[in-house]
């Protein structure tokens, strides 16, 4: 099976403007998850989407908010960008079922660098 | 509020020596407690978990001691080799409805060389 991939890897942005960043799960899996990596708060949870419906939310504005499609495609979208949004967008996919040890696969992210 | 303390920041260990990393908790609500191992320019990559059911878990050269009393655990490494360098992150959650657990919450990370 194919992994977990993010587009596009790379992407300049300048403060105000929204960026849009995609993630193609694993083949079934239902469950996407969204994490910012950054040097000084390291990995903090986003939001995860299964299903096409938010079933959880991490303590971001609501400037970053996202969405799941039928094919379980996710994206995530920040508006108005600050400085402060530079950093490694990471997105997780798992099969989201509820089975005893349900793993998470990361994609290897998309580096967001704001000026 | 960070919800998860991972200790040490960074460590160096000799070829074949045993590498610790440790974690502490504090919601006792977490029930997947999963170590992830990163390199640079890649995603993290699950490396071993465990559930509070048990007290240790071991896995090739890796393994995970768990202290629910303590709300502590940790992850060991037995004979280190150069290319276990990278980033190591602990990491908790708890079932939420629908009983998956997609919201990690992680530690700070270890980075950890491992000198030839």
């Known amino acids: 099976k194919a992994g977990v991939t993010q587009t596009p890897r790379y992407l300049i942005k300048t403060r105000g403007q929204q960026v849009t960043l995609s993630c193609s799960p694993i083949s079934g899996h239902r469950s996407v998850s969204w994490y910012q990596q950054t040097p000084g708060q390291g990995l903090q949870f986003l939001f995860e989407?299964?299903?096409?419906?938010?079933?959880n939310k991490g303590n971001f504005p609501g400037r970053f908010s996202g969405r799941q499609f039928s094919n379980s495609r996710s994206e995530m979208n920040v508006s108005t960008l600050e400085l402060g949004d530079s950093a490694l967008y990471l997105c997780a996919s798992m099969e989201g079922v509820g089975t005893r040890f349900d793993e998470q696969f990361f994609g290897p992210g998309t580096r967001l660098t704001v000026l | 509020q960070q919800q998860v303390k991972q200790s040490p920041q960074s460590l160096i260990v000799q070829k074949g020596g045993i590498s610790i990393i440790n974690c502490a908790y504090e919601n006792t609500a977490f029930d997947y407690f999963p170590w992830y191992q990163q390199f640079p320019g890649k995603g993290p990559a699950l490396l071993i978990a465990i559930r509070p059911d048990v007290s240790e878990k071991k896995e090739g050269r890796f393994t995970i001691s768990f202290n629910k009393s303590a709300k502590q655990f940790s992850l060991h490494i037995m004979d280190s080799q150069p290319g276990d360098s990278a980033t190591y992150f602990c990491a908790a959650s708890m079932r939420h409805y629908g009983g998956s657990q997609g919201n990690l919450i992680f530690g700070k990370g270890t980075k950890l060389s491992v000198k030839p």
């Open positions: 989407y299964f299903s096409e419906t938010q079933r």
